[in-house]
């Protein structure tokens, strides 16, 4: 099994900036995919970014380009999500998910493990 906790979320102004971060514990593997989703109300939940924990390979929705970051710590258990020029509409829970072998990087039903997510509210 695999724990997920993501912390960092909060309320901010348009054009500014917050830092997810995402606990990984329990079983994990050195070829996992670490990513980052969110859902909005009313919508569904939709990819943001994805890490490769062997090669720090990363992926990233269009929507998210040029603003986001993600990155992992050294000893790999702990991916951020660095978020910059914050919109209204990046409004969403943001969760993080993680899984082995994961090809469709960008689909939420690759992914087993899920955080509980945390809120990211960004006013006009």
């Known amino acids: 099994q695999v724990q997920l906790v993501e912390s960092g979320g909060g309320l901010v102004q348009a054009g500014g900036s917050l830092r997810l971060s995402c606990a990984a514990s329990g079983r994990t593997f050195s070829n996992y995919v670490m990513g980052w989703f969110r859902q909005a109300p009313g919508k569904e939940r939709e990819f943001v970014a994805a890490i490769r924990r062997s090669d720090g390979r990363t992926y990233y929705a269009d929507s998210v380009k040029g603003r986001f970051t993600i990155s992992k710590d050294n000893a790999k258990t702990t991916v951020f999500l660095q978020m910059n020029s914050l919109k209204p509409e990046d409004t969403a829970v943001y969760y993080c998910?993680?899984?082995?072998?994961?090809?469709?990087?960008?689909?939420?039903?690759?992914?087993?493990?899920w955080g509980q997510g945390t809120q990211v509210t960004v006013s006009s």
């Open positions: 998910a993680a899984d082995h072998f994961v090809v469709q990087y960008y689909k939420a039903g690759a992914y087993d493990y």
